[in-house]
């Protein structure tokens, strides 16, 4: 059962990582992002809908609900729409590296507004992270991170970071997990859709090619991803889970070099390793911490 959960997290955080093989080409084509994410999503309602109704599964929330489901797919199309226009001034693994940083938003997050006690691992961990990200900062001696795309992908993991922060402070919480992410998927598809209306762009795919590409990133990066996810932790736990995370970023970057070229430097290396080992720290950290609360 154990490995089971291990193989369902890998899984889950390798399918994720491969996003840049499938949103870099699109970017170079100049298509248009909020229709492919709008298809992203689109797909991914339409998938995992079909599953719950294979299943038998109930569809039904409480009114009260709906409210904090519009709030969620409202987060999660900002964290991806800052995460894509992150690629245009930063790589995609420096950029899916950085938005790897969600955790530890999270963590202050809860302790400024939810009046959750800060660790010591937390503080370190906050530590580890900026040293990491200072590393990345360079190239060939010099300071080369754009303060524009860090900005961007942060928001993209505030975003996150606020979405997973809703689902655990709210009735959402109460929602089975195939159900939650259903209406997440949905909600963030009619989040594009309205974008899209009010741009004026077209709902048309051009090719049966393009629509297989699009429907083929929504099951990969989306629909595997979040099943995985959940599986994962139902197994081995949300700690366990939240450390096979770390190989997200480790695929997106080696999709980034091996696939496009991607130069690949020893400050790339640290950098990437430092922020990994400073949000396992924490994740292992917190932990401890309620593993203790609870024994004492």
């Known amino acids: 059962m154990k490995f089971k959960g291990y193989a369902y997290g890998l899984i889950s955080s390798i399918s994720y990582g491969l996003i840049p093989l499938f949103i870099l080409p699109i970017k170079q084509a100049n298509f248009s992002i909020d229709t492919t994410l709008f298809y992203r999503f689109f797909f991914s309602a339409l998938i995992v809908g079909v599953y719950l109704f294979v299943k038998k599964q109930s569809f039904r929330v409480h009114s009260k609900q709906i409210p904090v489901l519009i709030v969620l797919g409202l987060l999660y199309g900002i964290s991806a729409d800052a995460l894509f226009l992150g690629y245009d001034y930063l790589s995609a693994g420096i950029a899916s590296t950085l938005l790897f940083v969600y955790p530890l938003i999270v963590a202050i997050i809860m302790a400024v507004f939810f009046k959750e006690r800060i660790t010591i691992s937390t503080i370190a961990a906050i530590a580890f992270v900026l040293a990491g990200i200072f590393l990345l900062s360079f190239k060939d001696g010099q300071f080369k991170l754009n303060p524009i795309g860090l900005g961007i992908v942060f928001i993209s993991a505030l975003g996150y970071g606020l979405y997973i922060i809703t689902v655990n402070k709210s009735s959402a919480r109460e929602i089975k997990g195939f159900t939650l992410s259903f209406y997440s998927f949905l909600f963030t598809t009619i989040y594009y859709a309205i974008k899209m209306l009010i741009q004026k762009e077209s709902f048309i795919l051009p090719s049966l090619e393009l629509t297989f590409n699009f429907f083929t990133f929504a099951f990969v990066t989306t629909v595997i991803s979040s099943i995985a996810l959940i ?28 696939t496009f070229g991607e130069n690949f430097s020893m400050s790339l290396a640290l950098g990437i390793f430092m922020i990994i080992f400073g949000v396992t720290l924490n994740v292992v950290g917190d932990a401890y911490q309620q593993k203790r609360i609870k024994s004492s």
């Open 231 to 258: 599986f994962a932790i139902k197994n081995i736990g949300s700690t366990a889970t939240s450390i096979l995370g770390a190989s997200e970023p480790v695929v997106a970057v080696a999709v980034s070099v091996i």
